[in-house]
């Protein structure tokens, strides 16, 4: 199997809108990204992070489905990440998986999905293009 490249980065605010159920834009987001052969990448703390948000069994299944989505990778945390991911995260009000997601998006050059777009131009300009959410 070739591995394909990253397109796209959700952050915890873009999965949550998914796992919602009630905004295609996202899930219309993961399909182009599909088309153009490249994958969303979801960092595994952003998972997490809305995993905890919610006991809601529909939603939960949202995350099922979107975690097992042909077009989607979960991304791992790697030990090398600590420190920079940690960083970036002292900058954005020690949000932890939006730091990681920022970090994913700016080593794979792909674009970041997201509410908080003001916020990541602030901290990082504006990457390789922020979809704003």
Known sequence: MI???????????????FQAGDDIAVGELIGEVGDNLTVVAVPVTVL??????TEDASRIGMLDLLASN???RVWRFEPGEGLPVGATALAVDGDLPLAQAIHLAEQHEAQLATEQGDLV???VGDLFAIVDL
């Open 3 to 17: 591995e394909r490249s990253i397109g796209v980065v959700l952050d915890t605010t873009a999965v949550l809108r």
């Open 48 to 53: 997490a992070a809305a995993r905890a948000s």
């Open 70 to 72: 042909r077009n989607v």
């Open 121 to 123: 131009r602030a901290v």
